[in-house]
């Protein structure tokens, strides 16, 4: 049994049960601390996705930190999105274009997918090793060293200090 998978699978699932709830009754906090040790216990024994989590403050800094570039990110991407909705006579060029990540963990890989996919305008299509095929509104560039700065760099700096 990996320990700390069961761990920070804990607390994270105790921490989301805290907030969805938002209060801090003791019936509340008991069924949550069962329940988050249940869940841990049974679906997370042998799971090793946790393990590539840097719990260090320099990681707990730059998570803190990628909530804020992640939201940049999706406002400038939605207000795109939406003037290309409400002026049609904008410019769009989709396509899917590769790009490339230093990430080398699966977690880390997986959120740089699912922060792209969160965007407007950006879809992950495939993951193969150290690249990614990305679906793009507007494309404005195949070179993979240029799509590669104009969608990954952002979130990457973050991801790669908090997952490797």
Avoid at 3 to 22: A, C, D, P, Q, R
Avoid at 31 to 53: A, E, N, T, W
Avoid at 90 to 99: A, E, Q, R, S, T
Wanted: net charge positive; proline share 4%.
């Amino acid at each position: 049994m990996n320990y700390k998978n069961v761990f920070l699978t804990f607390v994270l699932s105790f921490l989301t049960w805290l907030l969805l709830n938002g209060s801090l009754d003791s019936d509340i906090l008991i069924s949550g601390l069962v329940l988050s040790l249940l869940i841990s216990l049974l679906f997370c024994r042998k799971c090793d996705v946790m393990q590539y989590v840097n719990l260090s403050p320099k990681g707990f800094m730059y998570a803190f930190a990628y909530v804020f570039a992640f939201s940049w990110a999706l406002i400038k991407s939605n207000l795109d999105v939406a003037f290309r909705v409400i002026k049609p006579s904008l410019p769009i060029n989709p396509g899917i274009v590769k790009v490339k990540t230093k990430l080398k963990t699966p977690i880390g890989k997986m959120m740089l997918a699912n922060s792209i996919t969160l965007t407007p305008g950006t879809i992950t299509v495939d993951i193969k090793d150290d690249t990614l095929y990305i679906h793009w509104i507007d494309v404005t560039s195949t070179d993979i060293e240029e799509a590669t700065k104009n969608i990954v760099v952002s979130f990457e700096k973050y991801l790669e200090v908090m997952y490797g």
